[in-house]
């Protein structure tokens, strides 16, 4: 990816030996420079008390940013952000409407992830989708300066948005620090990356969500193909039609319709304004959509009752339905947690830097056995379980 710099009147710039990578022209007065992902870019410029300096650039393939995007920053400056009233980051979209995220100390001189969704929009019609230009503002200097800032890289990334738990809880979960004895930092390029964690977390959640059948968040099914449970149902359920839909008399419930279970719990009511859909076999592969009125369900039980006629049991219904609701319970989260955890002790590049890994450690396999029976009880007690018996 390729940054398109603005440094404008007040900046003189250098980059740095690889240049013959880079370009360097003007365009309408002004001064262009395209960085490379390979190139520094070092500007320096003087700064008074008051003064308000602001670096522009652009991506020249275009950018949008949402919600699943990430923008990665590394660079370095001789004056700290503390030393200024402002020191932040900021998006311009097409019509001119920006957001900012404010740098500190700790973020100069290392690479950053930084998630858009952080950015304080300083405008509610500021649009994500059509961003324009990517830059820096450094703002009121507390005295005159001389201000060196390097930018070795900025581009975005796929952010990989776990729901249950993020990546960074998982490094402490585990306690992995760096050389300083401080929580291990996940970049873009960290070894584990931010999105290889956060992949991680994703399938976990996933592996616990199938085991429950249940959500803890809203997701959506596309055309899930069930049984209807046996076809004498359906000769009584067809009468179901004739009655009112208002009437609550006992021979409405019990001609309630053909009931389907769906795989997952805990159900939304079907709503076709929102996606829903309930489709039933004709022939073949000729299906026919069931007018909304003539479906209700069950939401707890997962389970819908279709009022109209239909002539065969096996992969005789196709659903799109949503199902799942917050919040996240704290043992679901943490047997997210664990999984993930148990991914990650088991890889080479662990035991490698973590050599007292409990892959190694006799005494730590324990440890490996709390979480498994800890991910089990979470699955129990989410896990609808039907007794039968006697008394």
């Not at 969704?117 to 009121?140: E, H, L, M, Q, Y």
């Not at 390097?150 to 760096?178: C, F, N, W």
């Not at 429950?212 to 009468?239: H, K, M, P």
């Not at 006799?362 to 089990?376: G, M, R, S």
Request: glycine residues 6%; hydrophobic residues 40%; aromatic residues 12%.
């Amino acid at each position: 990816m390729t940054t398109i710099i603005y440094p404008g009147e007040n900046w003189t710039y250098k980059l740095n030996d690889m240049a013959e990578t880079s370009e360097d022209y003007i365009v309408d007065g002004v001064t262009i420079i395209s960085l490379s992902n390979k190139n520094k870019l070092k500007l320096t410029a003087s700064l008074n008390a008051g003064d308000k300096l602001i670096l522009s650039s652009y991506f020249e393939d275009g950018i949008s940013i949402n919600e699943d995007n990430m923008l990665v920053i590394n660079t370095k400056t001789t004056v700290p952000p503390s030393v200024f009233k402002a020191f932040r980051v900021y998006l311009e979209d097409y019509d001119g409407n920006v957001a900012t995220y404010s740098l500190d100390n700790d973020m100069v001189g290392k690479e950053q992830i930084i998630l858009t969704d952080a950015f304080v929009k300083t405008s509610k019609d500021f649009n994500p989708s059509f961003i324009t230009r990517v830059g820096f503002i450094f703002d009121n200097p507390k005295d005159t300066r001389n201000l060196m800032f390097i930018l070795s890289d900025m581009h975005t990334v796929y952010r990989v948005k776990p729901t249950y738990a993020q990546p960074e809880e998982v490094i402490e979960l585990l306690g992995m620090v760096d050389n300083k004895g401080e929580l291990f930092k996940l970049t873009d390029t960290s070894v584990p990356s931010y999105n290889a964690i956060a992949k991680r977390i994703c399938e976990a959640e996933e592996f616990m969500e199938n085991a429950c059948r249940n959500a803890w968040t809203e997701r959506r099914t596309v055309g899930e193909i069930r049984n209807a449970d046996a076809v004498w149902t359906a000769s009584f359920g067809y009468l179901g039609i004739l009655a009112s839909d208002t009437m609550e008399n006992g021979t409405q419930m019990f001609f309630k319709g053909i009931p389907v279970k769906l795989t997952r719990d805990n159900i939304h009511k079907i709503d076709y304004t929102k996606g829903d859909k309930v489709e039933v076999r004709r022939y073949g592969s000729e299906w026919m959509e069931v007018p909304q009125n003539a479906v209700w369900c069950d939401e707890q039980k997962g389970i819908i009752y279709v009022k109209t006629i239909f002539f065969q049991k096996d992969a005789s219904v196709r659903v799109t339905y949503r199902y799942g609701k917050g919040p996240c319970p704290g043992d679901i989260k943490l047997a997210v947690l664990y999984k993930v955890a148990m991914i990650i002790v088991g890889t080479d590049w662990y035991r490698q830097r973590f050599p007292q890994s409990p892959m190694f450690d006799p005494l730590k396999q324990e440890t490996l056995n709390q979480w498994v029976w800890a991910i089990k009880d979470a699955i129990r007690a989410h896990t609808d379980v039907i007794s039968c018996g006697c008394m």
